[in-house]
């Protein structure tokens, strides 16, 4: 019977530690965050405004940030 209450409390605390997590970056106006920057506007060379990670406007799309 330990075990199991063991494995609920555990198991509890692991979602609600996710759970803040998540929230952390789609609440509050806070820009969300990826592995390759922060999502922004790239302005790419055809006139045409994409919102993506920081990295891929400037690397792969050849874009400006939109400020």
């Given amino acids: 019977m330990k075990n199991v209450i063991v494995v609920a409390v555990a198991t509890l605390l692991f979602m609600s530690g996710n759970a803040m997590a998540n929230s952390s970056n789609s609440s509050g106006g806070a820009k969300a965050a990826s592995a390759t920057g922060p999502w922004v506007e790239c302005l790419l060379p055809d006139g ?7 990295m891929i406007c400037k690397l792969q799309k050849k874009g400006t940030v939109k400020y």
């Fill in 48 to 54: 045409k405004v994409d919102y993506t990670p920081l």
